[in-house]
């Protein structure tokens, strides 16, 4: 939608592509025309991260034909890419939902990861999820697994974030963690995600560059819900 779109994507993509491990991801609900995806210019390390929103099924077209054409074609072109399927505590929304995940779920090189949902936009607080719709969305429970949980004898066990989820493993309270995750706001405000750290990027231009190594930080949080946080390391005392 931005006028400048392909430009900033240019800029973003030399950027990250400084390190060898840069990757320049896009976040999209795939509403666009199909033409969006099919002439977009294609960079190698860069991502398309599709959110299925079911609340928003017009916008998709029947049987939500246009995001499915729009994933195809992403793939297609040979761009990695991530479905986010909003899971919604309504069971209103549980069918489309179903139905959505059956259409994808054959699309080879496609990653589909259920998102539960943040109460108030807080990513220290989930919505009221009963046991009910745990045992609809069963089938998120053999989904690969990427998170690692480590026990002190060093025996090691994959969970996915629904057996996360399902099983409450998200309470890091009082645990040491090696938050390293930052957000750069429109006006340039730098934000440590988790704690009260706010600095002006532009009087600290090389905030970033400064940073020598992560250390570790108490986790004063009852839980920790956004799976970029839960991806973090954490060690308990």
């Known amino acids: 939608m931005?006028?400048?779109?392909?430009?900033?994507?240019?800029?973003?993509?030399?950027?990250?592509?400084?390190?060898?491990?840069?990757?320049?991801y896009v976040t999209t609900n795939g509403s666009k025309e199909t033409k969006f995806f099919e002439n977009h210019k294609f960079y190698d390390n860069m991502y398309f991260l599709f959110s299925f929103h079911p609340e928003y099924e017009g916008k998709y077209g029947k049987d939500f034909k246009l995001l499915i054409d729009n994933i195809k074609t992403a793939i297609r072109k040979g761009f990695r890419c991530k479905v986010n399927v909003m899971l919604h505590n309504d069971e209103k929304f549980w069918s489309k939902t179903h139905k959505f995940v059956d259409a994808i779920e054959d699309i080879?090189?496609?990653?589909?990861?259920?998102?539960?949902?943040?109460?108030?936009?807080?990513?220290?607080?989930?919505?009221?999820?009963?046991?009910?719709?745990?045992?609809?969305?069963?089938?998120?429970?053999?989904?690969?697994?990427?998170?690692?949980?480590?026990?002190?004898?060093?025996?090691?066990?994959?969970?996915?974030?629904?057996?996360?989820?399902?099983?409450?493993?998200?309470?890091?309270?009082?645990w040491d963690c090696w938050n390293n995750n930052y957000e750069i706001s429109y006006d340039g405000i730098i934000h440590r995600?988790?704690?009260?750290?706010?600095?002006?990027?532009?009087?600290?231009?090389?905030?970033?560059?400064?940073?020598?190594?992560?250390?570790?930080?108490?986790?004063?949080?009852?839980?920790?819900?956004?799976?970029?946080?839960?991806?973090?390391?954490?060690?308990?005392?």
Do not use: W
């Open 193 to 237: 995600v988790c704690f009260e750290e706010r600095v002006e990027l532009i009087r600290n231009i090389y905030f970033f560059r400064d940073i020598k190594k992560i250390c570790p930080v108490t986790c004063p949080h009852a839980s920790c819900n956004c799976d970029g946080l839960l991806k973090i390391y954490k060690e308990k005392k």
């Open 2 to 24: 931005h006028p400048h779109y392909d430009e900033l994507i240019a800029k973003c993509h030399k950027a990250i592509s400084k390190h060898k491990d840069g990757r320049l």
């Open 108 to 174: 080879e090189k496609l990653e589909i990861h259920p998102h539960l949902l943040y109460a108030d936009g807080d990513v220290h607080q989930l919505e009221d999820y009963n046991n009910q719709f745990y045992e609809e969305f069963s089938r998120f429970q053999e989904y690969e697994g990427y998170f690692t949980f480590e026990d002190s004898e060093g025996n090691k066990k994959l969970f996915n974030d629904y057996n996360i989820f399902q099983s409450e493993l998200t309470q890091f309270k009082g």
